[in-house]
Antibody
């Protein structure tokens, strides 16, 4: 079964750094673009960026450029999303998802809830 | 950047009724690149329709999609209890992916 498994929920303080992960199973993650999507509490979906782990080619949404860093480790088939200095407004559920035909996302990971609070 | 506007924000219907959800784009979108997702509370989004009118694997035929240019529609012919959820449209253009703000289909 094709799945994306994300790292567990995180509780952080403002100013702290964080790196969350997304690992594929049932397929070779390195051969697909992987996207990251934010969902703030009670809100809709926002595309953040995508990465091709095979060569670490990355595209960022203009809204998230400079706010987060997307990376991958192709040796272990894992994509990452990281922050150098979290803000309370980064509190959200973050999903990774496989991009199909450079078009739509399927499947999605289960999500990683990030809570930033002092 | 293409902006997608979904309407209505909330649709209150009874099981067995027909649901019609709209997704309007700020500029023309290739129908090949218009996608619909379903999200239930506490769950990740699930692919529903791609290419505007193709059902994803396992999606029942009561779901159908149509449209072209700037106007797209998702129709649920007869609502089942499991269909009450939030639905998002999404488009791809020029290395940018954008989502609509969602339509919640709730039980009346």
């Amino acid at each position: 079964e094709v799945q994306l498994m994300q790292s567990g929920a995180e509780v952080k303080k403002p100013g702290e750094s964080l790196k969350i992960s997304c690992k594929g199973s049932g397929f070779t993650l390195n051969n697909y673009w992987i996207g990251w999507v934010r969902q703030m509490p009670g809100k809709g979906l926002e595309w953040m960026g995508i990465i091709y782990p095979g060569d670490s080619n990355i595209r960022y949404s203009p809204s998230f450029q400079g706010q987060v860093t997307i990376s991958a480790d192709k040796s272990i088939g894992t994509a990452y999303l990281q922050w150098s200095s979290l803000k309370a407004s980064d509190t959200a559920m973050y999903y990774c998802a496989r991009l199909i035909a450079h078009n739509y996302f399927d499947p999605w990971g289960q999500g990683t809830l990030v809570t930033v609070s002092s | 950047e293409i902006v997608l506007t979904q309407s209505p924000g909330t649709l209150s219907l009874s099981p067995g009724e027909r649901a019609t959800l709209s997704c309007r784009a700020s500029q023309s979108v290739s129908s090949s690149y218009l996608t619909w997702y379903q999200q239930k509370p506490g769950q990740a989004p699930r692919l529903l329709m791609y290419g505007a009118s193709s059902r994803a694997t396992g999606i029942p035929d009561r779901f159908s999609g149509s449209g072209s240019g700037t106007d797209f529609t998702l129709t649920i012919s007869r609502l089942e209890p499991e269909d009450f959820a939030v639905y998002y449209c999404q488009q791809y253009d020029s290395s940018l992916w954008t989502f609509g703000q969602g339509t919640k289909v709730e039980i009346k």
